[in-house]
């Protein structure tokens, strides 16, 4: 079965930076665009950040763009996410997902993905 495991979030304080981790098993890793996705308490599911299959192009939510960074290791079946300058409004559960859909551009939209982990809990501290 396909499984996406994220880990590497943790309780930090502002201004710390945290890689998150998310590997893939079940499926063509390399066939696969990759989403971050982010879920404060409290509030709907946003998007974070996504990669395309082979790393090229990478899209991110403004309120991340500078801060975070999207990245992948085909050969490894990972999708990263550095986030550095975190901010108490970064608290949230994050979420890895895969697409297997050609590019709509709709990027941002929870529906074009086909597979979700169950997310790691990122708590920064004022």
């Known amino acids: 079965q396909v499984q996406l495991v994220e880990s590497g979030g943790g309780l930090v304080e502002a201004g710390d930076s945290l890689r998150l981790s998310c590997t893939a098993s079940g499926l063509d890793f390399g066939d696969y665009a990759m989403g971050w996705f982010r879920q404060a308490p409290g509030k709907e599911r946003e998007f974070a950040a996504r990669i395309s299959t082979t790393g090229k192009h990478t899209y991110y939510a403004d309120s991340m763009k500078g801060r975070f960074t999207i990245s992948r290791d085909n050969a490894k079946n990972t999708v990263y996410l550095r986030m550095n300058n975190l901010k108490p409004e970064d608290t949230a559960v994050y979420y890895c997902?895969?697409?297997?859909?050609?590019?709509?551009?709709?990027?941002?939209?929870?529906?074009?993905?086909?597979?979700w982990g169950q997310g790691t809990q990122v708590t920064v501290s004022s």
């Open positions: 997902a895969a697409d297997a859909t050609t590019y709509t551009g709709r990027y941002y939209d929870l529906a074009e993905y086909n597979y």
